[in-house]
């Protein structure tokens, strides 16, 4: 299941399957393309670090991994109890 689905109480995701919308959409993991098509509009980058959409063939790792960066740096000197 992801980000932003709802699935009903009374849904059977099977294993493997892929749950993905609201509503939500039971998809084979072989069908890429119909997942893609639905979690595209989901906004994970968005929705989880408040990112804009980066252009096709882009990946938003370089400013995600920055942000996590970021909101760890401050514990750098932290030490195990």
Not at 24 to 43: H, S
Not at 59 to 71: D, H, L, Q
Request: glycine share 10%; net charge negative; aromatic share 8%.
């Amino acid at each position: 299941m992801h980000l932003r689905t709802v699935l009903p109480a009374d849904s059977m995701v099977p294993v493997g399957w892929v749950a993905v919308g609201d509503p939500v959409r039971i998809l084979p993991p072989e069908d890429q393309d119909r997942i893609w098509a639905v979690q595209k509009n989901l906004d994970f980058p968005g929705y989880v670090f408040g990112l804009d959409r980066q252009a096709d063939g882009e990946s938003p790792m370089p400013a995600i991994s920055e942000r996590f960066g970021r909101g760890l740096g401050p514990h750098s000197n932290d030490q195990q109890i």
